[in-house]
């Protein structure tokens, strides 16, 4: 089972993702946004960071970095990819999830503990949890607002679409207080709080966050 | 050199926070006829030869704007 991470110019959590990987049982592979090779990975990460600084949008122009076309070929044929803050960005900006990230209602930048309900325990990423279950995990953005037209966000909601959902307060004013959602597929998953930085003890409020990590790798096993 | 102006806004049912601050901003200064400002993105596009529109319409539409969430406008040159 080997998973990559993919750097872009801007990435910050890359490292802590790779960590994540290995912590799961998996071996990680890092991969770099300029190449047009994803080594041959089962499963690919986009971590948190601020990519090409943001400009334009947050997330734009990752989108178009030669990877990421390969990375929409491979998860159009199924292939896992769990984009996380800056990642999900870039998976809303490829076209790979619906809606958009937008600057926070209250415009502040959000760094807390943050709970979260899963919605969803059947996804590639989400396996190991149970519907309903309630972790926390580190959130922090400044542009991690959940949008849509009314008329997308039922749509969204009615095809099952929403995975983790705040609770507890709404951290950054997303519309239904969704923090992340899935592909048609079940198989690609963004979410806007930090899985990744809730894997130890040490370091985190919970090991709340392994399970993201653990579940792709119970699926492509079993797979 | 032919000069293509784009013009990004979000969309009207997209809330625009930083519009807001700035609409705050105004009435603490006294502005009190302002009623709603939305701020958006200008760019300006130098062009080799004679503009593509449908080039240009393209990366209007799928690179400087996102379709989800805003509005955009071309404005090509007028001769």
New interface residues.
Partial sequence: MRIGVITFPGSLDDVDAVRAVRLAGAESVPLWHAEHDLEGVDAVVLPGGFSYGDY??AG?IAA?APIMQDVVDRARQGMPVLGICNGFQVL??AGLL???L??????HFRNRDQALRIERADTAWTHDYATGQRIVVPVKNGEGRY????A?LDRIEGEGRVVVRYVDGNPN?SMRDIAGVTSEDGRVVGLMPHPEHAVEDLTGPSTDGLGFFTSVVTAMVAA | MPQVVVDVV??P???D??GQ?VLGALGRLGHDSIRSVRQGKHFVLEVDGTPDEAELKQIAET??A?P??EDVELHLPTD
Avoid at chain 1, 102 to 107: A, F, I, P, S, V
């Fill in positions: 334009l949008r734009a178009r809303c900006e619906p809606g958009a937008t600057r926070n209602g209250h415009l949008v849509a037209a009314p997308d004013g | 979000l969309k049912e997209i809330s926070p930083q601050a690179l400087l996102n989800v969430i």
